[in-house]
């Protein structure tokens, strides 16, 4: 079965992990040098991908063959992170910097899982387009479990690697298909508004982020938007906000050649007194004493 290549190259090692025997989802291992650029790679399914190794800094430049405007996302991916690219995803640019890095990719070709589940593929929302540095420890635990099966060959028979492939493909239609993104009522965000926001904050922590863009951006007054965030996701808009700004912080305390002050303005702290309150509120220690444990 050919596998498309949605990942990013150069790359030290790859790896097809399937052939045509294997009666899961198509695998692929792939290995990566601590900094590289590359380009113009289209994903033909829907598409999974699991990362461990070290820190790195992402920068993607990303479209849709269906659509015309190119995104431009950034982030930093860890270990344990999932990305998700919706079929006929472009990624136009790719450049990372950091520590050596290893992805798994799991594709989803429609044949495949049609024979699987006797449904289509999970159907990734183009429009919501791809989801980068997503942790969800369901799915990694899942193409891990495909990925072991893979390399010893399958030794506990072909009906555990359907039934985990199958699993997997249910638990994404569920959480991620395009379907699961749209708003069920009013009384909640759906689950394509969660994850908008959340890619909104991770990009803009370092601006300052007013409540009426996060409110505009889920379609919702802000007074209406400020009670459903908080139902979803268990504190108001700026204690959020707040808190993923000591959690960017905790990661660049990793980078010593950063002073605290460089740190507190690139998280959007207005001062770097502003980033020790709220730093040691959230861990009990000062920026200072946090980087030197």
């Not at 030290?12 to 040098?33: I, M, N, V, Y």
């Not at 699991?50 to 849709?64: A, C, L, P």
């Not at 108001?236 to 000591?246: A, C, E, F, I, M």
Request: one cysteine or more; glycine letters at 8%; aromatic letters at 8%.
């Amino acid at each position: 079965m050919t596998s498309p290549d949605p990942s990013p190259t150069p790359v030290k090692h790859r790896q097809e992990l399937t052939d045509s025997a294997w009666t899961g989802l198509p695998l692929r291992a792939e290995q990566f040098r601590g900094t590289g650029q590359c380009g113009g790679f289209t994903a033909q399914t829907d598409t999974v991908l699991i990362w461990s190794g070290g820190r790195s800094e992402v920068t993607i430049q990303h479209s849709h063959l269906d659509h015309a405007r190119t995104r431009r996302h950034q982030f930093v991916r860890q270990g344990g992170m999932v990305d998700l690219l919706p079929e006929r995803t472009l990624l136009e640019h790719i450049e990372w910097h950091g520590d050596k890095t290893a992805s798994v990719s799991a594709f989803i070709p429609a044949a495949r899982a049609r024979e699987l589940s006797g449904q289509d593929a999970p159907g990734f929302d183009p429009e919501l387009g791809p989801r980068f540095g997503l942790a969800d420890a369901h799915v990694v635990d899942l193409v891990r479990r495909l990925e072991a099966q893979a390399v010893a060959g399958q030794p506990l028979g072909s009906l555990y690697t359907e039934a985990l492939s199958l699993t997997l493909l249910t638990y994404l239609r569920g959480r991620y298909a395009e379907a699961s993104s749209k708003a069920p009522d009013e009384n909640s965000l759906s689950l394509r508004q969660r994850d908008l926001l959340i890619e909104f904050v991770e990009h803009h922590l370092s601006t300052n982020i007013g409540l009426g863009d996060l409110a505009a951006l889920a379609g919702y007054s802000p007074d209406h938007f400020s009670r459903l965030f908080k139902r979803c996701f268990g504190q108001p808009p700026y204690q959020y906000v707040l808190t993923r700004r000591v959690e960017r912080a905790k990661s660049m305390l990793k980078n010593e050649s950063h002073t605290i002050s460089e740190i507190a303005y690139a998280c959007g702290f207005a001062t770097q007194a502003h980033l020790n309150s709220a730093f040691k509120q959230r861990t009990g220690v000062t920026p200072g004493g946090y980087r030197r444990s």
